[in-house]
């Protein structure tokens, strides 16, 4: 990334309904940080031509599609119309444009952090800090049972195979400790269920750890959350314009079935060998020990694939 009045961007990431909305609206509302809006834009934009091929059609027209793109729509008009096009050079256009969109949302906020979240660039971590090397990551992680009863509830996921928000859980938490070994000094991690039951105390530590200053405010998140949360994601994200729940943790004990509960403490072995969730016991039959062999090897053989995959 160019020289940039924004020295550092603080970066959320996690599984999906990990809590990535609660935290980012938190520290949002430090005196020093300016989140955008979730616009997926690393994960969409930065490895790929898409949007330069665009800007080659004219001005007007790039300035068009974003106004007009679901995601990047959520930005303040404000940022959209100071997008200056004159210096950009086509070879990092896409990095560019993301430079100047942190940069016009921290002149508006006028504060001098940048902030971004995208649970999925959890997956791209290694990649994008090749890029844009003054990343700082904060990955917030949550018990995957609860992760899945809260994605077979949300409106954007709970039409999905339960295996499949499993497998995604696996490989973004192997992932996540691949990348904590790689980046100790860039990449912190918290556990949603510390969040939510004891808040002052886990930012104060998050605060520590990313050193920037603890500050009060980040407790009152709830004016943030109607700057940063779109109208279409209000059925799905409603918690954070309320008070914290400090009960909304092992929902999971009656949201879950036995079966769903198996597969997820013998699946996403992370959560349970390295992030220390403890299992529950149950009794299975031989036709089930076969059919959770059968998926443990599926699962080891693909995951293995994927993460070689996305640590290239």
Known sequence: MKSTSIKKIYFIVGVGRSGTTL???MLNNHPDIA??????????????????????????????????DKWIS???????????????????????????????????????IAGDKDPRSLELVSKINRIIPNIHWIHIIRDP???LLSKMKADWSKDKAILKHIFATRIQLYLALKWKQLLPKTFTELYYEDLITDPENTLKTLCSSI?????????????????LIAKDEYSWKEEVFSPIMQSNQSKWKKGLNDWQVVLVENLVEPAFDDYNYEKSSHNLNIFQRLKLLWLKSIFTIS???????RSK
């Open 23 to 25: 935290l980012q609206n």
């Open 35 to 68: 989140f955008i809006p979730e616009i997926n834009y690393t994960r969409r934009f930065l490895f790929n031509n898409h949007l330069s091929k665009i800007h080659t059609k004219g001005k007007e027209e790039f300035i068009s599609y974003l106004k007009n």
């Open 74 to 112: 959520r930005l303040d008009d404000g940022i959209i119309s100071k997008l200056n096009f004159d210096q950009i050079s086509r070879s990092s256009f896409a990095i560019d444009i993301y430079d100047q969109i942190l940069s016009f949302s921290c002149e508006l906020a006028k504060k001098p």
């Open 145 to 147: 049972r609860d992760v």
């Open 211 to 227: 050193n920037i200053e603890y500050n009060p405010k980040m407790l009152n998140y709830e004016e943030s959350a109607k700057k």
């Open 303 to 309: 995951s293995k694939l994927f993460i070689w995959f």
